[in-house]
């Protein structure tokens, strides 16, 4: 049996991922007004408490994360709490992220930190939210607000959280995020604010902070025709790949927002993005359906062959992170892995998952590709949107009643892989020997 070692970069990021509202607990937001509607949530559930962040567990979360050797940590900030009200700022919310943050620097944990991460306040959204050409300046006027607080801690930024998701789940085919319409003009509306928003912040950080490093993360699926030879399965690929994939991230290349159905130029959004965040989690075929007009008449399906997760949500295909990882690096600039992870409550296909998912960052930082960190999805069970705690993705577990963590075997692999830097025969070995011989092919 080979014995060797994958190293990553020096300097490589390792850390966990993690959101406000999926966190906190006690939000008043969107979500919180969603959650309360009937219907919404799978079972009914709430957020509630979610991992009781506000109420100061986040510091025995972090020295968890600290202690089996994760050097940053991806969190993000709750708009809501910082603005609760248009002319009322809460200044005692933002020092609670201020200690977060320090907290994270004195331990040598690099934070990123995201502004945005599906939540709106809800005055925004009696404003008509992001459909709104006012609201791409009250995010500036937010993102300024915080800046001084936090920027002697963080230089990394993500504006938004996925706004590739945020925009298809609430606005297209009444979907599971607020505000469940269906309507392809305001969609489109909306992802031009959020380009406008974007660039507006991206430019007031860099006056705030000119060493900052500012992007997005794109929820990066690998949509692949399901007979390569059918031009048929080809076109609505290829449609889907443009408007889910590339649209955004082109648009703070080169200024250009191509929707396919329509273009916009928004010239101020060009050149607004130092680094490319990757959330990549699994590959979609996609076949020809007149049926679907809604989806540019591409049904989208796993391979029927697929590893699942439990409740079949994800696909285990380490080969679409490959093309997610194509994707970034077309943009010639820094790639950080901002999520990846898989809900898996017994922690049976997480150590496999995890392990074929960096294989193949590994062979993109091996190409000299610049790959600069891994964030898992999550460190902690946390709420999972309209799926409420149906779906566990923490490294750690979490019992919701009594708030105690559980400690999961994948927290081990992971530990082994931050300490090491690499991935190592004999953590394959350990953790997922029936990937072994596809890790480290036998001579
Ligand atoms: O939990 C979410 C996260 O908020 C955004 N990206 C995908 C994760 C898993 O579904």
Known sequence: MPEATYHFPKGFLWGSATAAHQMEGQST???SDWEAQPGRIVNGQKAGLACDWWGGRWEED???AYETGQNAHRMSID???????????DDAALQVYVKMVRWLVDHKMTPLVTLHHFTDPLWLAARGGWESEE???????YARHILPALQEYVNLWVTINEPNVYIVSGWLGNGPFPPGKNDMGLAAKVT???????????????????????????????????????????????????IFNKSFTDALQNGKLNLVLKHVAIPEA????DFIGLNYYSRDLVKFDLTKPGEMFGHRFYPPDALLSPTGFIADIPEGMWDGLKWAHSYALPILITE?????????????YTLGHLHQIWRAANFNWRVKGYFHWSLVDNFEWERGWTQRFGL???????????????VDLYEAICKENGISSAVVERFAPEIFDKIFPPK
Do not use: C
């Open 340 to 352: 990846n992870g898989v809900e898996d409550d017994k922690d049976v296909l997480r150590p496999r």
């Open 192 to 242: 031009e604010n959020m380009i406008r928003g974007h660039a507006r912040v991206y430019k007031a950080i860099h006056e705030l902070q000119p060493s900052a490093q500012v992007g997005v993360t794109i929820n990066y699926r690998s949509i692949v025709p399901a007979r390569p030879w059918f031009l048929l399965d080809r076109l609505p690929a290829s449609v889907q790949n443009q």
């Open 62 to 64: 972090f020295q968890r």
């Open 270 to 273: 060009a050149h607004t993005q």
């Open 79 to 89: 708009w809501s709490r910082i603005q609760p009200e248009p002319d009322r700022w």
């Open 135 to 141: 609201t791409p300046a009250l995010f500036e006027a």
């Open 29 to 31: 937001n969107t979500w």
């Open 396 to 410: 750690w577990g979490l019992d919701v009643e009594t708030q105690k963590r559980i400690r999961r075997p994948s």
